[in-house]
């Protein structure tokens, strides 16, 4: 039983084309992210969204946009891309009312801009 | 900017010994927490340390945290192959959606 499942695990594409990244998790929490981590492992967070609202939306272009249907699921459409765009992109859902700061990571999505 | 940063950024011990990995914030914080992530996985969560405590043990795992000098070190006792990982720190300011920042992390090998 998977807690934080993302798809593709891997997705090399052509500069300007448009992907999409989806994430699921069966937790029940409220709160789900997104980070990049670039080739020097550096995990940056890119966004947040709460009970399907947006909470945190960090210095990113607006190429990127996250979208959440349900607490459930959070997506992450990336249009035009760029060869700096190549990371690895996480997904990661926030604990409950009493483990509130701890996040759990999904497998992570290696993404390839050719 | 980045808040915390990991030293050393590469560490390589021999199974048996006690890995030390030290690292260092800027602001102010709630807690601090550790995460190692083998290599190809996502992060998986190993201890939070509250910033009114000064010490935190979980199996082979001590988690020191000293908030004057705003730093804390992870120490891995008796380290194993299987301890081999890269190492972050990730320091969180207690909201309820849990903001975390993350250190650059720290590489550990531990040879059999």
């Known amino acids: 039983d998977t807690a934080v499942s993302q798809t593709p695990k891997y997705l090399v594409t052509q500069m300007g084309n448009d992907k999409s990244i989806k994430c699921e998790q069966n937790?029940?929490?409220?709160?789900m992210y997104w980070y990049k981590q670039d080739s020097k492992k550096f995990l940056k967070i890119m966004f947040s969204?709460?009970?399907?609202?947006?909470?945190i939306n960090e210095t990113v272009p607006n190429r990127f946009s996250p979208k959440s249907p349900d607490k459930a699921h959070l997506n992450l459409h990336i249009n035009s891309l760029e060869l700096g765009d190549s990371a690895v992109y996480f997904c990661?859902?926030?604990?409950?009312?009493?483990?509130?700061?701890?996040?759990?990571f999904g497998p992570g999505t290696r993404l390839l801009v050719l | 900017s980045q808040q915390g940063e990991e030293d050393p950024q590469a560490l390589s011990i021999q199974e048996g010994e006690n890995a030390t990995m030290n690292c260092s914030y800027k602001?102010?914080?709630?807690?601090l927490q550790w995460y190692r992530q083998n290599s190809g996985r996502g992060l998986v969560h190993l201890i939070l340390?509250?910033?009114?405590?000064r010490e935190k043990h979980s199996g082979r795992l001590r988690v020191t945290l000293d908030t004057s000098k705003k730093s804390s070190s992870l120490l891995i006792t008796a380290s194993r192959a299987a301890d081999t990982a890269s190492y972050f720190c990730?320091?969180?300011?207690?909201?309820?959606?849990?903001?975390?920042?993350f250190g650059q992390g720290t590489i550990l090998t531990v040879h059999p």
């Open positions: 990661a859902s926030n604990g409950g009312p009493t483990q509130q700061e701890t996040q759990y």
């Open positions: 937790l029940g929490h409220d709160t």
């Open positions: 969204y709460n009970n399907k609202e947006l909470i």
């Open positions: 602001t102010s914080i709630n807690n």
């Open positions: 340390i509250r910033s009114n405590e």
């Open positions: 990730a320091t969180g300011l207690g909201t309820s959606y849990g903001k975390l920042t």
